[in-house]
T-cell receptor
Framework: KNEVEQSPQNLTAQEGEFITINCSYSVGISALHWLQQHPGGGIVSLFMLSSGKKKHGRLIATINIQEKHSSLHITASHPRDSAVYIC??????????????FGKGTKLTVNP | DAGVIQSPRHEVTEMGQEVTLRCKPI?????LFWYRQTMMRGLELLIY????????DSGMPEDRFSAKMPNASFSTLKIQPSEPRDSAVYFC?????????FGEGSRLTVL
């Protein structure tokens, strides 16, 4: 079982719809990142969370540490939101270093 | 700031050749990460530096891979000799304390 599970793997929506992408993890973490990767490859960090909720424009990210679960919401979705959204958790290794463990990503397509 | 700068953006080489990928982190960032992305395995950490010192290289696949960070503004990832299974997109990222900033990636194809 992967340490980070995202759902759904693929999501198709109509412009204007409310989108939710879920991320569950099975390890202790110090932070959780939501990343966006557009076709053509560049990766952008959307949020870094360790508790609660963050909002940036039409994007909202929440995290429940007790339940080891995070969600990324997109309100009033637009075709330019089409991308792969990747959840990554920051874990501290036994050696004291840190590493990001990535989910497989959710491919979002928003149709006009 | 120009962001994290990687070069080359694309490299096509033949099996057995040496490949060197380069990264310039954002000025002031003290952590630098090299990641590899493939269709099969997604994103994986290869190595991470803190204050130019390699902290965790457990993700480096084998001795053919090596990484250096001679100063705070430059890092290299070298593959020698390259193999077709090394074909992937290699990302460099840097940060100070919080958000990660990624470069555009170097797409490597080994024939």
């Amino acid at each position: 079982k992967n340490e980070v599970e995202q759902s759904p793997q693929n999501l198709t929506a109509q412009e204007g719809e409310f989108i939710t992408i879920n991320c569950s993890y099975s390890v202790g973490i110090s932070a959780l990142h939501w990343l966006q990767q557009h076709p053509g490859g560049g990766i952008v960090s959307l949020f870094m969370l360790s508790s609660g909720k963050k909002k940036h424009g039409r994007l909202i990210a929440t995290i429940n540490i007790q339940e080891k679960h995070s969600s990324l919401h997109i309100t009033a979705s637009h075709p330019r939101d089409s991308a792969v959204y990747i959840c990554a958790v920051r874990v501290i290794t036994q050696g004291g270093s840190e590493k990001l463990v990535f989910g497989k990503g959710t491919k979002l397509t928003v149709n006009p | 700031d120009a962001g994290v700068i990687q070069s080359p953006r694309h490299e096509v080489t033949e099996m057995g050749q040496e490949v060197t990928l380069r990264c310039k982190p954002i000025s002031g960032h003290n952590s630098l990460f090299w990641y590899r992305q493939t269709m099969m395995r997604g994103l994986e950490l290869l190595i991470y530096f803190n204050n130019n010192v390699p902290i965790d290289d457990s993700g480096m696949p084998e001795d053919r891979f090596s990484a250096k960070m001679p100063n705070a503004s430059f890092s290299t990832l070298k593959i020698q000799p390259s193999e077709p299974r090394d074909s992937a997109v290699y990302f460099c990222a840097s940060r100070y304390t919080g958000e990660l900033f990624f470069g555009e990636g170097s797409r490597l194809t080994v024939l």
